[in-house]
């Protein structure tokens, strides 16, 4: 950090020296001024660290992300000129935001530094999932994307009697399906248990259709393939999904006893049944404790990274 500023701050000072206005602020702390505003040194770290930069990475990216903060500067001057700053939407998202911050602070500070997990622990949860770690499979499969709509009766059944994708291909292209084309790999730690279990049982080469959403697959099943996680490997993720699984548990403690503490009045009588926010899966509007979402055994697998980080950012 100490190297990070002071580089930053000769950046400022060479900045500064380009003309008297500028030359006035602190040195060290202007980085720019955009029609009289300020960007700062503080304002240039926040985004380094929002943006995960890597020290190596630095020097380039701290030229993007100034850039990035004089863009932002204008475009929010033209809007202030224009007073969208006072329209009630965007009064009440600034107002919204700020809950919510304010809100993460707080659960922060309160069950943001949970002990680690100890190394028993560690242990205990990799021999309980094996299908994760030591018995992993992995799964290359072929398959074809098209909207949910196209997965008629007719093409089930063509699905059902077809010996390669290449039949499924033939038919779509007979009944002017548009179709997407990709091949995919999987593991048993990447997929809801039901899918990995039908694809353990099925031979190589067999085709079935699944649906997800607004679009439909059409996979073959290539190859199967033993994929064992040591437990050296996988000792930092489940490392970090304990961690998540505690502060998910020690913040829906933390709501229940302030909810218990606290003087609720329901003033309209349809929302007296509902549940508590806390109780929903998805309740954009409550601050989110980080997601216990299970590692998917390989510190390499990069789904399973995104599934943490989606976790993480409910305390960033």
């Keep these: 950090m100490l190297k990070r500023l002071f580089a930053l701050a000769t950046c400022a000072l060479a900045l500064a020296a380009c003309g008297d206005k500028q030359a006035e602020a602190p040195p060290g702390q202007a980085l720019v001024s955009v029609n009289g505003v300020e960007i700062t040194v ?10 995960g930069v890597k020290a190596a990475n630095e ?3 701290s030229k993007q992300l100034l850039q990035a903060l004089i863009d932002r500067q204008l475009l929010q001057a033209e809007a202030a000129r224009e007073k969208l700053d006072r329209d009630p939407k965007v ?19 309160h069950i943001g530094n949970l002990a680690q997990p100890t190394a028993a622990e560690v242990e205990a949860y990799y021999n309980a999932h094996p299908q994760f770690f030591g018995t992993r499979k992995q799964f290359a499969m072929d ?8 997965l008629t009766a007719d093409l089930k059944q063509v699905v059902d ?15 002017k399906v548009q ?4 091949h995919v790999t999987r593991s048993t730690a ?16 067999q085709v079935f259709a699944v649906q997800e959403g607004a679009r439909a697959l059409v996979i073959a099943l290539r190859e199967v393939q033993d994929a064992p996680v040591t437990l050296a490997v996988a000792r930092p993720q489940i490392e970090q999904f304990l961690i998540k ?7 829906s403690n933390e709501l229940a006893r302030l909810r218990a503490d606290a003087k609720i009045e329901y003033l309209n009588k349809e929302f007296t049944d509902a549940p508590a926010a806390g109780t929903q899966a998805a309740a954009p509007a409550t601050p989110a404790a980080p997601a216990a979402t299970p590692p998917a055994g390989a510190t390499t697998n990069t789904a399973a990274n995104a599934a943490l980080e989606r976790g993480v950012a409910g305390l960033k």
Excluded: F
């Design 161 to 175: 009697n077809a010996r390669s994708l290449e039949d499924v291909t033939g038919w779509l292209d007979a009944n």
């Design 245 to 251: 699984q505690r502060q998910k548990e020690s913040a």
């Design 143 to 150: 398959q074809l994307q098209l909207p949910a709509g196209a």
């Design 190 to 205: 990447d997929l809801a248990p039901a899918l990995a279990t039908r694809l353990l049982a099925m031979r190589e080469g």
């Design 59 to 61: 020097q380039a990216a």
């Design 42 to 51: 503080m304002q240039l770290n926040d985004e380094l660290a929002r943006a």
């Design 179 to 182: 179709v997407g084309r990709s």
């Design 91 to 109: 009064m009440q998202a600034i107002e919204r935001a700020r809950a919510l911050i304010i809100a993460q602070a707080w659960l922060q500070k």
